[in-house]
DNA sequence: ACCCTCGCATTTTTT
DNA sequence: ATGCGAGGGT
């Protein structure tokens, strides 16, 4: 509810969040005056910074000064003694989360008291392993596979097997592995039921010979960072109780997001002190696709019984309006733990609903409109542009490049992601880790050396047998007969440039080393030869690796760097809008969002609904609360009565979220396109016996799913108005005009047809010029 | 070893 | 429509 309208000129997030400099003074607490840091904290957020003993919950909603609060209690922890900055563990989900905190908490502790134990779960994890691996199978040196190494140990196990890798595809398995993992079943407790997913109920069988192999290869995959470790506790009570008194505060951010394996963990470690604070925000859980199990965060207080919970509701981020149609419509959701933004703002813009044509048009009044703030002084830092699929960005960024309007989409492929940085690390992998057989799989022919399938056939098979790695299987063929002297001098040779890389790697500083491996090794030389478009940026992304390995001590720190944070900083330069999904918009906030695509099947997306039911409904009803409460003073929301999905068009109704959006709170548009044919074409239509039906977009949905059938669940009565006549749904009769036709629209007179493109007719007007049309607003000529 | 064609899927993404 | 991967042909 909107509780007040008064301004406030005293908002403490305003004025504390960009100008923390100069660094404030760690005060001692508890002298009767109140430490300097926790001046302009408002009475919650002070609560929840000072509660710092037994287990609490601080429901943070959007842009309520939660990373504030989060990073002053760590200060507050360490400036009243209570802990000192090594015995406070501090998880995030991102590197993101995780830097972000470590400065602001650097700011009040100084630079030179780090938080060893502030990171990831995934990089808390692989601490916690290196210094226990022996005590789960593996050496401390292991490595770290990413997904792309995941998934073609996983395509080897399958050969081996003798699966037909078309019917059981590997990536079905490495997804339903990651479930597991993410649910912490070993393959001893995947259940009958949960194997005979895969392979005629081979699937247990499988993941317990992909770990297998995992341990041969001294490696572990993303999923172990999290389960090993809670096998490490579970089965170490000595090493768990060390942990627990090591940890004296537990924080954890974005709560809502952790999945079984990661609340297991963390409950191992909260029964030693019982001193946790977990901060989230239920109205926020958009992960559950990935494991996250919004239950978590609803369970705390069942969890940890005499919990306390802080709701931060006060907003200092959006106008009155804003959160009044976030709060609307967040309201539908069943299974809340229930908290209302409020602020002191003013009202502010009114959310705007707009109806357009066709995708085509909503990219162009999304163009346009930008254009317009942009002569109103708003900077395209401050614009953002949030879709809910990434299939939506394409018709955006076509249309900006047309206008010359900057942009860029965050969230693309990522640095190491790319395929010549993956090369690249796996020739350092080897270098360091001999024994990486994934890696030196990767690049044993990459640039071509003519060493092919049979001679690698022959490494595997002889490396399995002396159990011993490719490379080291290899060191041992080249002294025998069992290689054709081509090959075995070829790998000789590579052999033997892996000895002196090596030993370079000891004697320079390795970013000079590995320049040498990718000169030597000939990888860079492949791409220079290559002569497609490409081939440039891809040996700016090498150099770019490169200078990025300076700022690390030494190659083995460089790669575990690397096999974490997946991703380097992008410097760019200039203004630019931001096109992302709903998803990578999580955290940031804009002045003006752009909402488009809010139609149903796109968003809520279809598939989520099938697959989820109520539960997937909600989660999408999620996405559109983080969506609109990313905008600071305007959010437009677009629906399109037409979108081209899967090459071919479809017509679409308006999302019920739109209905579902408080109606004192919005404004409705829509644009000539949408209008004209929801206005005056209509008559035409039932003059022309078409059978116009004038349908609201509540009635059009009913249909559409009385005509689907199915029971995803939303009986529920729609609680909004709905939009009467603002987008008819109809798909375009059929009948084709014929090139150079005479035809009459109802708006822009006679005219010539010039070309069809689908239901779309470009005509030469009589008076209006050349336009795009719909054949439905078109007659022949009488 | 390379190229071409065919088939297939196509929500969201971190570590 | 479009792009990616696998498989087959040259």
């Known amino acids: 509810m909107i509780r007040s309208v008064a301004q406030s000129p005293d908002n403490p997030e305003a004025e504390a969040f960009p100008s923390f400099e100069p660094a404030p003074r760690v005060a001692r607490a508890g002298h009767g005056r109140v430490a300097p840091y926790l001046e302009g904290l408002n009475p919650e957020q002070r609560a929840a ?105 996983i395509k080897q196990i399958l050969q081996a097997e003798n699966l037909d890798d078309k019917r059981w595809p590997p990536r079905a398995l490495a997804s339903l592995i990651d479930g597991w993992k993410n649910r912490g079943l070993d393959p001893a407790h995947v259940s009958a039921g949960e194997s005979s997913a895969f392979a005629g109920g081979r699937g247990a069988a499988l993941y317990a010979a992909y770990q297998a192999r995992l341990k041969t290869l001294n490696a572990v995959d993303f999923g172990d960072l999290l389960l090993e470790a809670l096998r490490l506790f579970r089965e170490n009570a000595d090493v768990l109780a060390a942990f627990q008194s090591r940890f004296r505060y537990i924080l954890v951010d974005e709560y809502q997001d952790t999945n079984a394996v990661q609340y297991l963990w963390l409950r191992l470690l909260a029964q030693g002190r019982g001193n946790v604070c977990c901060v989230g925000d239920d109205d926020q859980s958009i992960y559950g696709w990935r494991g996250a199990d919004v239950d978590n965060i609803l369970r705390f207080e069942k969890d940890f019984p005499g919990a306390r919970v802080i709701r931060l509701e006060r907003n200092y981020r959006s106008g009155g309006h804003i959160l009044a149609v976030a709060a609307g419509l967040i309201a539908h959701n069943q299974g809340r733990l229930g908290k209302t933004l409020f602020t002191d703002a003013p009202l502010g813009d009114r959310p705007t609903v707009i109806g357009v044509w066709d995708s085509q048009e909503e990219a162009r009044v999304v163009g346009d409109a930008i254009e317009d703030a942009q002569r109103h002084g708003v900077s395209l830092d401050d614009v953002a542009i949030l879709v809910r699929a990434s299939s939506q960005m394409r018709e955006f960024e076509e249309r900006f490049i047309a206008m010359g309007l900057p942009y860029k989409v965050i969230g693309g492929p990522r640095f190491y992601e790319r395929a010549e940085i993956r090369d690249a690390l796996a020739y350092l992998r080897c270098v360091a880790q001999p024994d990486d057989d994934l890696a030196f799989e990767r690049i044993y022919n990459q640039p071509k050396r003519g060493l092919g399938d049979a001679t690698l056939a022959i490494l ?67 791409w220079k030869a290559e002569r497609t478009p490409d081939a440039a940026g891809r040996l700016d992304n090498l150099k770019e690796l490169v200078r990025s390995m300076g700022g690390f001590p030494d190659l083995g720190a460089f790669l575990e760097h690397v096999s974490l944070v997946m991703d380097v900083e992008s410097a760019d330069a200039g203004q630019r809008v931001s096109i992302m999904t709903l998803h990578a918009a999580k955290g940031l906030e804009f002045d003006l969002v752009f909402l488009p695509g809010w139609e149903e099947g796109l968003f809520p997306n279809q598939r989520a609904l099938d697959d989820n039911g109520r539960a997937g409904l909600e989660e999408e009803r999620r996405l559109a609360y983080v969506g609109l409460t990313r905008a600071r003073r305007t959010a437009k929301i677009y629906h399109a009565a037409n979108r081209r999905m899967r090459g071919l068009w479809q017509s679409s109704a308006p999302s019920r979220f739109i209905d579902e959006l408080p109606p004192d709170h919005i404004a409705v548009e829509e644009t000539e396109g949408a209008a004209a044919f929801g206005g005056y074409g209509v008559s035409r239509f039932d003059a022309a016996g078409f059978g116009g039906r004038y349908e609201t977009p509540g009635s059009r949905r009913a249909e559409v799913f009385r005509q689907r059938g199915d029971g995803s669940g939303f009986g529920r009565a729609a609680a909004g108005r709905s939009f009467d006549g603002k987008a008819v749904v109809r798909a375009a009769p059929a009948s084709g005009f014929e090139e150079g036709a005479r035809v009459f629209h109802v708006k822009f007179g006679p005219g010539s047809v010039v070309s069809a493109d689908g239901p779309k007719l470009t005509i030469d007007f009589d008076k209006a010029g050349r336009k795009l049309v719909m054949e439905s607003f078109v007659t022949a000529e009488p």
């Open 49 to 153: 910074v000072e509660a710092l003993d037994g287990p609490v919950l601080v429901l943070a909603g959007a842009g309520v000064g939660k990373t504030r609060v989060l990073t002053t209690r760590i200060a507050h922890l360490i400036a009243s003694g209570r802990a000192r900055p090594h015995e406070i563990l501090a998880v995030t989900f991102t590197n993101k989360a995780a830097r972000e905190m470590r400065e602001r908490v650097s700011l009040f502790t100084g630079s030179h008291q780090g938080m060893p134990w502030l990171g990831t779960f995934h990089s808390i994890g692989v601490k916690i392993l290196r210094m226990h691996a022996e005590l789960v199978g593996l050496r401390p040196n292991f490595t770290i596979l990413d997904t792309d190494d995941q998934l073609r140990l």
């Open 460 to 526: 595997h098979e002889f490396g399995r047998r002396a159990g011993v790695s490719l490379m080291r299987a290899a060191q041992m063929l080249i002294e025998t007969e069992e290689l054709k002297a081509r090959p075995r001098q070829l790998l000789r040779d590579l052999l033997l440039s892996f000895d002196r890389w090596r030993k370079a790697a000891e004697e320079i500083p390795h970013e000079e080393a590995a320049q040498l491996v990718l000169e030597e090794s000939g990888y860079i030389d492949m």
